[in-house]
């Protein structure tokens, strides 16, 4: 609808419009992930909880086998990956508070878990 009221007042208005348009839809799809990215994570004796806006996930300890960064994304932007046995990948941000900290205490609570950062 934008775009063809943008198309009937001037022809130079319609691509300006589609662009607007898709960086809108970016924008609201980028909302509906910060809701479902972990923002907390908490290991409470023999399990670990990830919270999000969206949702609390909780998973014994003994469950995580291999914490690494995936592919080559080392750098802060990127995420910590955490596989389950059941083969499920957690995605945690690497920028998280006290991550160094958690991963230490998940290693010594779960020494059978390969750390491959």
Same mark, same amino acid.
């Given at each position: 609808?934008?775009?063809? &009221?943008?198309?009937?007042?001037? &022809?130079?208005?319609?691509?300006? %419009?589609?662009?607007?348009?898709?960086?809108?839809?970016?924008? *609201?799809?980028?909302?509906? #992930?910060? @809701?479902? #990215? =972990?923002?907390? =994570? =908490?290991?409470?004796?023999?399990? =670990? @909880?990830?919270?999000?806006? &969206?949702?609390?996930?909780?998973?014994? $300890? #003994?469950?995580? $086998?291999?914490?690494?960064?995936?592919?080559?994304? @080392? %750098?802060?932007?990127?995420?910590?990956?955490?596989?389950? @046995? %059941?083969?499920?990948?957690?995605? *945690?941000?690497?920028?998280?508070?006290?991550? *160094?900290?958690? $991963?230490?205490?998940?290693?010594? %609570?779960?020494?059978? &878990?390969?750390?491959?950062?």
């Amino acid at each position: 609808m934008l775009t063809a &009221a943008a198309v009937a007042h001037d &022809a130079a208005s319609g691509p300006v %419009a589609v662009i607007g348009g898709g960086w809108f839809a970016l924008g *609201v799809g980028g909302l509906y #992930q910060r @809701r479902k #990215q =972990v923002q907390e =994570v =908490v290991l409470d004796g023999e399990t =670990v @909880r990830f919270r999000s806006a &969206a949702s609390t996930v909780t998973i014994p $300890v #003994q469950d995580i $086998v291999e914490v690494s960064w995936p592919g080559r994304s @080392r %750098a802060g932007g990127g995420y910590l990956q955490l596989r389950t @046995r %059941a083969g499920q990948a957690i995605k *945690v941000p690497g920028r998280l508070q006290h991550l *160094v900290g958690f $991963v230490i205490q998940l290693s010594r %609570a779960n020494p059978e &878990a390969t750390t491959n950062l």
